[in-house]
C-alpha cells in the first residue's frame, strides 16, 4: 500500500469504495506523513505492548501503531470504512478492527480478550473533537487496565486539560483527569495536516494513568458532585455556587469551607487538587 498520507492515495481509495467525508462524524484524515509515526512512539508503543485504537479513519496511525506495537485493536463507528481498512491495514497480521461505539461497547472485555499477552495497553487515538470528553472520560471512569491515553483533540481542549489545576484555564474536565491521571502537552497539529483541514489547531496529549488516586476525596460521588457543582456556575463565590443548585444548604456549605480553611468568596478555579480533595473530605464530614 503506498503511503496513506498521500492526498492521491487517499482520494483513490475514497473514490473506489464510494466513501465522502461525514461532517456528523468529525471525520478529517492525517495527511501530514510526521505526525502518526511521532504519535504513535510518543504514546509508547512497543513490540510488548497493545494498543486500542478509537476511529481509526482510514488507517494512517493505525499502520503506524502496528509497525511498533505487538498488537492493535481498532474500534470504527462508521461501517462504511470497514471495507476501506480491510485493504489499507492487509499488510498487517496484527491488527483486528471492530465495528462499533467505543461509548457502548465493552471495552474492558476487549482488552481483557485481545491484549491477553502483552505486558500492557495503551489506547492512542485521533478522537473526533465532538466526543473528545465522552470518550477521555469513559476511559478513565471505567478504570480500564490501561497504562496510558494519547490522543490528538483541538487544541483548546489541549490547553484545558493541561492546564494547572487552580489556574483560570482549569475546567471540571481538567480537574477529573487530574484525578485519574497526569496529563501533559506533547505537541501541536497545523490544520493543513488534515483532509479535509479542519478550521482549528489541533495537539496531542498524553494521560498517563496513576495507578491509584494521589488525592484523598473521602467520597468520589461527593467529590464529583462539587466539582460539577463548582464550575458549573465557576464565576459565582463557592458559598454561592456551591448552594444554588441545590448541592448543598448554605449552613452546610459554610461549616464545609470554614473546615476547610477556604474563604467563602473563594472561586473553585482557584482551588488545587489538595484544596479540592480537602473541601471534598469536609462536605462528606458535614452532611
Same mark, same amino acid.
Given at each position: 500500500?503506498?503511503?496513506?498520507?498521500?492526498?492521491?492515495?487517499?482520494?483513490?481509495?475514497?473514490?473506489?469504495?464510494?466513501?465522502?467525508?461525514?461532517?456528523?462524524?468529525?471525520?478529517?484524515?492525517?495527511?501530514?506523513?510526521?505526525?502518526?509515526?511521532?504519535?504513535?512512539?510518543?504514546?509508547?508503543?512497543?513490540?510488548?505492548?497493545?494498543?486500542?485504537?478509537?476511529?481509526?479513519? &482510514?488507517? %494512517? /496511525?493505525?499502520?503506524? !501503531? #502496528?509497525?511498533?506495537?505487538?498488537?492493535? *485493536?481498532?474500534?470504527?463507528?462508521?461501517? =462504511? +470504512? &470497514?471495507? %476501506? /481498512?480491510?485493504?489499507? !491495514? #492487509?499488510?498487517?497480521?496484527?491488527?483486528? *478492527?471492530?465495528?462499533?461505539?467505543?461509548? =457502548? +461497547?465493552?471495552?474492558?472485555?476487549?482488552?481483557?480478550?485481545?491484549?491477553?499477552?502483552?505486558?500492557? *495497553?495503551?489506547?492512542?487515538?485521533?478522537?473526533?473533537?465532538?466526543?473528545?470528553?465522552?470518550?477521555?472520560?469513559?476511559?478513565?471512569?471505567?478504570?480500564?487496565?490501561?497504562?496510558?491515553?494519547?490522543?490528538?483533540?483541538?487544541?483548546?481542549?489541549?490547553?484545558?486539560?493541561?492546564?494547572?489545576?487552580?489556574?483560570?484555564?482549569?475546567?471540571?474536565?481538567?480537574?477529573?483527569?487530574?484525578?485519574?491521571?497526569?496529563?501533559?502537552?506533547?505537541?501541536?497539529?497545523?490544520?493543513?495536516?488534515?483532509?479535509?483541514?479542519?478550521?482549528?489547531?489541533?495537539?496531542?496529549?498524553?494521560?498517563?494513568?496513576?495507578?491509584?488516586?494521589?488525592?484523598?476525596?473521602?467520597?468520589?460521588?461527593?467529590?464529583?458532585?462539587?466539582?460539577?457543582?463548582?464550575?458549573?456556575?465557576?464565576?459565582?463565590?463557592?458559598?454561592?455556587?456551591?448552594?444554588?443548585?441545590?448541592?448543598?444548604?448554605?449552613?452546610?456549605?459554610?461549616?464545609?469551607?470554614?473546615?476547610?480553611?477556604?474563604?467563602?468568596?473563594?472561586?473553585?478555579?482557584?482551588?488545587?487538587?489538595?484544596?479540592?480533595?480537602?473541601?471534598?473530605?469536609?462536605?462528606?464530614?458535614?452532611?
Amino acid at each position: 500500500m503506498s503511503s496513506l498520507s498521500d492526498i492521491g492515495t487517499i482520494k483513490d481509495i475514497m473514490q473506489r469504495h464510494g466513501f465522502s467525508f461525514s461532517k456528523g462524524l468529525g471525520q478529517n484524515f492525517l495527511v501530514n506523513p510526521s505526525v502518526c509515526p511521532r504519535m504513535a512512539e510518543m504514546g509508547g508503543a512497543n513490540e510488548q505492548s497493545g494498543v486500542l485504537e478509537i476511529g481509526p479513519g &482510514i488507517g %494512517v /496511525l493505525t499502520a503506524e !501503531l #502496528a509497525r511498533r506495537a505487538k498488537r492493535v *485493536v481498532a474500534v470504527e463507528l462508521d461501517d =462504511r +470504512l &470497514i471495507p %476501506v /481498512l480491510g485493504e489499507t !491495514l #492487509a499488510e498487517f497480521d496484527n491488527v483486528k *478492527v471492530i465495528h462499533g461505539d467505543a461509548l =457502548r +461497547l465493552d471495552l474492558a472485555g476487549v482488552i481483557r480478550e485481545e491484549f491477553a499477552d502483552c505486558e500492557s *495497553v495503551a489506547v492512542c487515538a485521533n478522537l473526533p473533537y465532538y466526543i473528545t470528553s465522552p470518550i477521555i472520560m469513559a476511559l478513565l471512569e471505567s478504570r480500564l487496565p490501561i497504562s496510558s491515553v494519547t490522543v490528538m483533540v483541538q487544541k483548546e481542549a489541549a490547553d484545558r486539560i493541561c492546564a494547572p489545576v487552580g489556574s483560570r484555564d482549569s475546567g471540571a474536565l481538567t480537574v477529573a483527569i487530574n484525578y485519574y491521571a497526569e496529563p501533559r502537552m506533547l505537541f501541536r497539529v497545523s490544520p493543513g495536516s488534515f483532509m479535509p483541514p479542519p478550521k482549528v489547531t489541533s495537539a496531542v496529549i498524553r494521560m498517563d494513568i496513576l495507578p491509584q488516586p494521589k488525592y484523598d476525596v473521602g467520597s468520589e460521588k461527593v467529590f464529583f458532585d462539587m466539582v460539577k457543582a463548582g464550575f458549573s456556575q465557576r464565576r459565582k463565590t463557592l458559598a454561592n455556587s456551591l448552594t444554588s443548585g441545590g448541592f448543598l444548604s448554605k449552613e452546610k456549605a459554610a461549616q464545609a469551607l470554614s473546615a476547610a480553611c477556604i474563604a467563602p468568596n473563594t472561586r473553585i478555579e482557584a482551588l488545587n487538587m489538595e484544596k479540592l480533595a480537602a473541601l471534598s473530605r469536609c462536605i462528606l464530614e458535614s452532611t
